[in-house]
């Protein structure tokens, strides 16, 4: 943009001075010279070819002969130079240089702790949607221009800031932000391992503090994640297994780890998997996965070993129904199984083999992996009796494992448990709670917990059985259950009972009525209602406090 700029202020520059420097004569007839300002105004509408005519008087011969070198000069250079600077705005390279810069002082403004995100597709989009309701900042790169519009029109709130480059380039995770110290987490969910692996290597060496969230297919690839030292791998086909051997062996286990992700304590006639013969249609990665769950249940299983693109490139179609796939299903025991499971790839697939299964046996239970969210109208309307959406379980262990990392190390716990004691651990929760609890989470600072941080500065010790009593009533309870405590030395007490005493930095996960929740954050972080609570008395401000205490 040098040149253009550089040839209209030496075009202006060179007539401006002419006219200034060629004698007039003014309405009088005396000489006069025309000052800056009337030079300036004329060679303006001259160049952009208005014309407005002889200012301020009549030019002499001279001067109209200036004014006739002038215009060829001026509007000569005027249009190359506007010209070039049209060409120079519509240039690919430049507005991609203007984006990154608006991009880079965007993200160099944030203040709070953020996200990097990378990938904008379903899973994201309903992982940024949790994450925004929670308040986080959110950065986003995506290599595809058309995604990044696509994500700037859904107008998230915090706005997400968003720009298109090479999401495995480290010059790209730079201009994210990843060096900063506000940057709390990155996240690659891309269904190439490979790229995850690069990405989230590069991302340990930039900042060995981030919190990095990689999606795993396989147990080779999570294992070798591992040993690159990321501890926080998602693998949705074992989450699906996991989630499915629990509600077959240990239902009371399930209905917990249901409850971290809004399910209530209440197991509708649906939900229970029956027992008897399974059919497996697709022997993938989640097929599998899902073998090794059966197994571990004692469940008799039979596998169809269906892979969705050869099917559809040997019948040039994507329907699974016709007298030879009938046929198979038969063979396969659909008559006398107790559930199918279609989990191939392809979801209208899964979609057609269960509706033909039905056919074969009406009272099969029905149980379907669903790749993308946008089809989860056809399943219901399908009433196939329980879907697994891999993008949504992504989603919702990516957003616990970055904004609820207590909720997800509880779900961990709950994994080593019994039945049993998910038995006692869901019949005390609708006691003390009820059907439906709030599950929050709340660490002991000046942020979070105002009063009883500063009350425990202070010296003082209070126990779990304190913040439990009711702010209505001090001498009784709330509806209030505390499942987990993790100190500052990362250890984790389970379950904890009403005598443990409270560290500052302790983070404490919570279950409760919504009033008792609202009433929990009001005792913690009001000084009035705690030291009534805890002590019995408002608290005194100023001197009377200080008397009180001398």
Not at 258 to 273: C, K, N, S, T, V
Not at 295 to 308: G, P, Q, T
């Amino acid at each position: 943009m040098r040149t253009p700029f550089l040839v209209i202020i030496l075009t202006f520059s060179i007539t401006i001075i002419g006219l200034v420097l060629i004698p007039g004569v003014d309405a009088n007839g005396k000489p006069y010279h025309m000052n800056f300002l009337d030079a300036f105004y004329f060679v303006s509408f001259m160049a952009s070819t208005i014309g407005f005519g002889e200012i301020p008087y009549e030019f002499t011969y001279a001067q109209r002969l200036w004014v006739l070198f002038s215009i060829y000069v001026a509007v000569i250079g005027w249009f190359y130079a506007i010209g070039t600077l049209v060409a120079l705005i519509q240039d690919k390279k430049l507005l991609t240089e203007l984006k990154i810069s608006k991009f880079t002082k965007r993200v160099a403004s944030l203040k709070e702790p953020f996200v990097i995100i990378l990938g904008y597709n379903h899973t994201t989009k309903e992982l940024i949607n949790k994450l925004s309701q929670d308040g986080k900042r959110i950065v986003v790169i995506d290599k595809n221009q058309d995604k990044v519009d696509e994500l700037e029109l859904e107008n998230f709130i915090p706005e997400v800031y968003a720009i298109s480059a090479d999401t495995t380039a480290p010059d790209t995770l730079r201009l994210a932000g990843i060096k900063k110290r506000n940057c709390k987490a990155l996240i690659t969910l891309f269904d190439n391992d490979f790229k995850n692996t690069k990405v989230a290597l590069l991302a340990k060496l930039l900042n060995k503090n981030i919190n990095i969230v990689v999606k795993s297919t396989t147990k080779e690839q999570t294992e070798h994640l591992r040993n690159l030292g990321i501890k926080n791998i998602i693998d949705p086909f074992l989450l699906v297994a996991n989630r499915f051997g629990l509600a077959l062996s240990k239902p009371n286990l399930w209905i917990l780890e249901m409850l971290i992700f809004g399910h209530d304590l209440y197991i509708r006639d649906y939900e229970a998997l029956p027992k008897g013969k399974y059919i497996i249609c697709g022997y993938g990665r989640m097929g599998k996965a899902l073998r090794e769950a059966l197994d571990k249940a004692n469940v008799e299983c039979a596998f169809i070993d269906l892979k969705s693109a050869v099917h559809k490139s040997k019948k040039q179609s994507a329907i699974f129904g016709d007298a030879e796939d009938y046929n198979t299903l038969l063979e396969a025991g659909t008559k006398e199984a107790s559930a199918i499971i279609s989990a191939t790839k392809d979801d209208l697939i899964n979609l057609t083999i269960l509706l033909t299964a039905k056919k074969i046996n009406p009272n099969i239970y029905t149980i379907a992996r669903e790749n993308t969210i946008d089809d989860i109208t056809i399943f219901n309307s399908a009433k196939i009796d329980r879907v697994y959406i891999l993008e949504e379980i992504i989603s919702e262990h990516a957003h616990k494992l970055v904004s609820k990392p207590l909720t997800y190390r509880f779900l961990q716990e709950i994994y080593k448990q019994s039945d049993e004691w998910g038995k006692n651990l869901t019949n005390k929760l609708k006691k003390e709670t009820n059907y439906n609890p709030e599950i929050f989470e709340i660490r002991v600072v000046k942020s979070q917990a105002f009063a009883l941080t500063n009350y425990l500065k202070d010296g003082h010790s209070v126990n779990l059985g304190l913040l439990a009593r009711s702010l209505e009533d001090r001498t009784k309870r709330s509806n209030i259950l505390f499942l987990m405590v993790k100190n500052r030395k990362e250890e984790v007490t389970l379950l904890p009972d009403d005598n443990y005493e409270v560290k500052v930095s302790d983070r404490i996960l919570v279950a409760s009525t919504y009033e008792a929740k609202n009433d929990f954050l009001t005792l913690i972080n009001n000084y009035n209602e705690f030291f009534y609570v805890v002590e019995g008395h408002d608290y005194k401000f100023g001197i009377l406090n200080k008397l009180l205490k001398d």
